[in-house]
Nanobody
């Protein structure tokens, strides 16, 4: 069994910062990729940032220069540092991971439960 547990969401004023964390646990062999998605009310879920186990990162254009994704591979944890937050960043943020479990050769997709981020004055 594999679980992704997120933390760090909340209410912040425009221009403020938040740091999200997502820890993967269970019978994990390796995690090729860990990502952050978000979904605002009435909108589709969108990819915010992704990070591979090899160190490659990618960002949505809307967050470049403001958000930073990082991984601690020893802890199977991914972080999203969000700075200069804007009201349009308000959404439920979901952690996603591509994971190969111990004893298996194929990867599977896993999602966290989501954490609310609200940017408002």
């Amino acid at each position: 069994q594999v679980q992704l547990v997120e933390s760090g969401g909340g209410l912040v004023q425009p221009g403020g910062s938040l740091r999200l964390s997502c820890a993967a646990s269970g019978n994990i062999f390796r995690i090729p990729a860990m990502d952050w998605y978000r979904q605002a009310p009435g909108k589709q879920r969108e990819l915010v940032a992704s990070a591979t186990s090899g160190g490659s990162v990618n960002y949505a254009d809307s967050v470049k220069g403001r958000f930073t994704i990082s991984r601690d591979n020893a802890k199977n944890t991914v972080y999203l540092q969000m700075n200069s937050l804007k009201p349009e960043d308000t959404a439920v943020y979901y952690c996603h991971a591509v994971i190969v479990r111990v004893g298996e050769s194929q990867f599977a997709h896993y999602w966290g439960q989501g954490t609310q981020v609200t940017v408002s004055s």
